[in-house]
């Protein structure tokens, strides 16, 4: 296993197609690292041109202490497991599988031996003889990867090679993923535009959108104290609560947010940078709103709304609520039944100060007082 470092990584296609902007990184040897972001933020881009698939424009790229920019793909030690799975329809699992070692030369003992113990790790051994079209999606997926493990890679490249499964079976691979990585303790790194896959499976997220980073760091940093707007709305389900507001007063340690027709609430943010009057956004997270029928919170940080619908999913209820003077739209997770609480209802949410995120109108966070 081998670090990766990337150093003012540049990819366009001509003057007005930049696709990443000077990416800097490095993924530590043994690290599980996951690039997520929206369709065309360029964090599969990336992945290719640490393959070697994709040439950078400028930058420099390190695999261990090796300079690898210039070197071909097949000389980098790196294994990739694509959205397709790309079996060779003829073939046996276990021709699959060591295809790649029989290119290289590799001597016949320990091809059998590579691939038994990859298989064994990926409970396959039983689907050693049999062809890719008789194999579910999920067996499929658990060859491809198989045929990467042979190799003993530097470094295991993922490219969203769960989006052909069904949520059940991702679901699986995941646990599964993370298993391998344990047993292994070999550097991956996985591109997905899931963020369920992301928060899940990775020790470090890193977080693209245009071509940038936007925030890199553990799935708990992130989406505890996201760097920006885009971070904050893009990291959570349901997505975090957005409302546009003015700061009413700023200090050190709270700040007064008028939400124009709605009333002011408090975050325990440091926005003390910015004065009075400057448009802000304040954030919440569903499960930090407190939810009662009118009488039942205490008018202090609380809004008024109307309850619009509550959707039951067992173990859990999201209850979606319009508030009353501006129409926004809030969404409250209810670790319990919903009650008494009624489609129509007029009923209060409580913002808790100490779990209201602010941002800056630049979409900037304001420091979360620990």
């Known amino acids: 296993m081998s670090a990766v470092t990337l ?10 197609a930049k696709v990443i902007n000077g990416v800097d990184l490095r993924i530590e040897a043994g690290e599980f690292v996951v690039f997520v972001g929206p369709s065309g933020s ?3 881009t990336l992945l290719r041109i640490i393959a070697g698939l994709e040439d950078a424009s400028d930058g420099e790229l390190l695999i261990g202490e090796q300079s690898c920019i210039d070197v071909p793909a097949s000389q980098r030690g790196i294994a990739m ?26 001597p016949r003992q320990e091809v059998l031996q590579r691939v038994e113990r990859s298989a064994a790790i ?3 051994s039983h689907l050693l003889d049999r062809k890719p079209k008789t194999l579910s999606g999920g067996q499929r997926q658990r060859v491809a990867i198989g045929r990467a493990i042979v190799r003993e890679p530097r470094v295991f490249l993922f490219d969203e090679p769960l989006s052909n499964l069904d949520a059940a079976l991702r679901q699986d691979m ?23 896959e992301a928060m899940t499976l990775a020790q470090r997220i890193v977080v693209f959108d245009g071509g940038v980073v936007q925030q890199v760091g ?8 996201p760097s920006n707007l885009f971070v904050a709305g893009f990291l959570g389900a349901p997505k975090m609560n957005l409302l546009g507001g003015r700061l009413r007063s700023a200090g050190a340690g709270t700040a007064d947010v008028e939400l124009p027709g709605v009333g002011v609430v408090q975050a325990e943010v440091d926005a003390s940078r910015d004065a ?59 670790a319990g039944p919903a009650g008494a609480l009624r489609t129509g209802d007029k009923i209060r949410l409580h913002l808790a100060p100490r779990h209201c995120l602010l941002f800056d109108a630049g979409g900037r966070a304001y420091p979360r007082i620990q």
């Open 42 to 44: 360029g964090k599969s």
């Open 174 to 196: 995941r646990v599964e993923l993370s298993k391998l990585h344990q047993e292994l303790g070999a550097t991956m790194v996985y591109v997905t535009h899931d963020q369920v």
């Open 81 to 106: 497991v694509f959205q397709s799975y790309a079996l060779y329809p003829h073939m046996t699992v276990y021709e699959n599988m060591a295809f790649a070692l029989r290119m290289a030369g590799t």
């Open 122 to 124: 990926l409970q396959i």
């Open 7 to 16: 150093r003012n990584i540049r990819k366009d296609f001509g003057a007005d």
């Open 218 to 225: 553990t799935p708990a940093q992130l989406y505890e104290n």
């Open 276 to 334: 009075a009057g400057t448009d802000v956004t304040l954030g919440i997270r569903p499960e930090h709103l407190s939810v009662g029928l009118a009488n039942d919170i205490t008018p202090a940080g609380a809004v008024d709304a109307r309850l619009d619908l509550v959707e039951y999913l067992g173990d859990h209820q999201l209850a979606y609520a319009t508030l009353t003077g501006s129409g926004q739209t809030l969404c409250a997770k209810l």
